[in-house]
């Protein structure tokens, strides 16, 4: 169908249950089918770890989340659930440094799933040495754990069996969870015991519908990797915590099957992004060979939208005005609707079905989704 960096994608692929299983050695299509089971063990870890005692002290004065990549998701994802309706602000911190106000009246959540990783372990540190309240979600017995054990701060540990292969990208919920039941006994959001499990029924229910047994034509998981397939995906969020799962996507696209794609959030990005509707990859590709076998080998954009249920009126009214404009110029345009009442709930139904969606496209370029890109990493830890 299309040719990425030699790699082509081949649909059929998706459906072929020995391919399903053979191009995914370490079972990362399991892996995503364990969100729900992740999501119920961090509740229970969580509590008893003590987090929901954590607001005994009263409130900080601040929230700092600090960890990286996938661990850094979590701050993003506390930061949208408490922009608008709480009192504390929250900043997540992706680099080896605190910003300079924080102090002795802040709270630092450290996340990170090695519970090794240089940036996170610098600013625990740092958040140690200048007398910060801390929390930390994190694999066990790592230099991370022993800093917050210094200030006798909460540790969450995920570890162990969790997991493919010990990945963070594969311990999402593991890593997302911990941090917001801190906030809820803060008196910030509003999660508990049954917020939690309606948003794990949730990912159960997209797990039956995305199961690699389940044909392309009615499985959202496959059918949205198909829509992926060969374009430079634009994914916008409709809100901030939709923008989280674009953000999501994104990372996952190149984690997963080394595919880049750019991601916005609404309004923003409809005063810089939306120039790309004119660009050179918007529309039909006019330099494409007319005689080609497959058309459409060079990849075109394509605006994918993460629609929350609770959007600002300007934004929808935006969102109606970007579409009408990418189909005046040619982009096609998915939209992805988020489902439920609660934030928990919307967030689990956008990302599980783009974790989904991105190790079908992996699988699907024939690359396995727990290696891609791994030699670059480890070449650019070095
Ligand atoms: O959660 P941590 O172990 O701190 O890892 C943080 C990040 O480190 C690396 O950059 C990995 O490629 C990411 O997948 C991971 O999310």
New binding site residues.
């Given amino acids: 169908m299309t040719a990425a960096g030699g790699a082509r994608f081949e649909p059929d692929r998706l459906d072929d249950q020995a391919y399903l299983t053979e191009g995914d050695p370490s079972g990362m299509l399991r892996s995503v089918a364990s969100s729900a089971a992740q999501m119920r063990a961090a509740y229970r870890s969580s509590v008893e770890n003590g987090l929901a005692r954590i607001g005994r002290d009263g409130r900080p004065r601040a929230i700092v989340v600090a960890?990286?990549?996938?661990?850094?998701l979590a701050g993003d994802v506390l930061e949208a659930l408490c922009r608008y309706g709480a009192p504390v602000p929250v900043v997540t911190v992706r680099g080896h440094r605190l910003p300079g106000w924080a102090g002795a009246a802040d709270l630092v959540i450290a996340?990170?799933?090695?519970?090794?990783?240089e940036e996170?372990v610098a600013v625990t540190a740092e958040a140690v040495r200048r007398g910060c309240a801390l929390v930390g979600v994190?694999?066990p017995d790592t230099p991370l754990s022993a800093l917050v054990a210094r200030v006798g701060g909460p540790y969450v540990p995920v570890g162990g069996a969790t997991g493919v292969a010990g990945?963070?990208?594969a311990t999402l919920w593991s890593?997302v969870v911990p941090p917001i039941l801190a906030a809820a006994a803060l008196g910030l959001v509003s999660a508990g015991e049954s917020e939690f499990e309606s948003a794990a029924k949730r990912l159960e229910d997209l797990a039956h519908r995305c199961r690699p047994s389940s044909e392309s034509f009615i499985n959202p998981g496959k059918t949205l990797a198909m829509e992926l397939a060969g374009t430079l995906p634009l994914i916008w969020g409709t809100s901030p915590l939709a923008a989280v799962a674009a953000r999501r996507l994104a990372d996952r696209l190149g984690?997963d099957a080394g595919y880049p794609a750019i991601w916005g959030e609404l309004p923003e990005a409809a005063h810089n992004q939306i120039v790309t509707f004119d660009g050179p990859l918007a529309g039909r590709d006019l330099f494409a060979d007319p005689f080609a076998d497959e058309p459409g080998e060079s990849p075109r954009l394509r605006l994918f939208l993460l629609r929350d249920v609770e959007e600002h009126p300007l934004v929808a009214a935006s969102r109606t005005a970007a579409v009408r404009l990418a189909e005046d110029r040619g982009v096609p345009v998915s939209e992805i609707a988020a489902e439920g009442a609660h934030p928990l709930d919307r967030l689990a139904a956008l990302v599980g079905l783009c974790d989904y969606a991105s190790v079908y496209l992996a699988l699907g370029y024939g690359m396995d989704p727990a290696s891609a890109a791994a030699e670059l990493?480890a070449r650019i830890?070095q």
């Fill in positions: 960890g990286m990549g996938v661990s850094a996340v990170s799933r090695s519970g090794r990783t996170t994190g694999a990945q963070p990208k890593l984690g990493r830890s």
